[in-house]
């Protein structure tokens, strides 16, 4: 069974880092994506970043390029999404979640087949 568990969330002021942790167990990765998505109160969930494990390419939501970088530890089995120059805006709870690889459109979020159960991101003014 797919096992997603997200952690380092917290509370930071703006301008400040954070980065999130998504270990992955219960299945060899190698052949699927790997997702971050964030849902704020009262909005709809959103697509912040995704990497495929194998090759390690990378696609990011315009709000986030430059900001946040995505990546993977195969080793591990874990999935990173350093967060830097936060903003206020970016308060939400943060999912991880994991696509098969064969899957073209990353940043849908009925794409990805399992998820975590999220970590809170909370930024302050």
């Known amino acids: 069974q797919v096992q997603l568990v997200e952690s380092g969330g917290g509370l930071v002021q703006a301008g400040g880092s954070l980065r999130l942790s998504c270990a992955a167990s219960?299945?060899?990765?190698?052949?699927?994506?790997m997702g971050w998505f964030r849902q704020a109160p009262g909005k709809e969930r959103e697509f912040v970043a995704a990497?495929?494990?194998?090759?390690?390419?990378?696609l990011y939501a315009d709000s986030v390029k430059g900001r946040f970088t995505i990546s993977r530890d195969n080793a591990k089995n874990t999935v990173y999404l350093q967060m830097n120059k936060l903003r206020p805006e970016d308060t939400a709870i943060y999912y991880c979640?994991?696509?098969?690889?064969?899957?073209?459109?990353?940043?849908?979020?009925?794409?990805?087949?399992?998820w975590g159960q999220g970590t809170q991101v909370t930024v302050s003014s």
């Open positions: 979640a994991a696509a098969y690889s064969s899957v073209l459109e990353l940043w849908v979020s009925s794409s990805y087949a399992y």
């Open positions: 219960g299945r060899t990765f190698s052949n699927y994506v």
């Open positions: 990497i495929r494990w194998s090759g390690g390419s990378t």
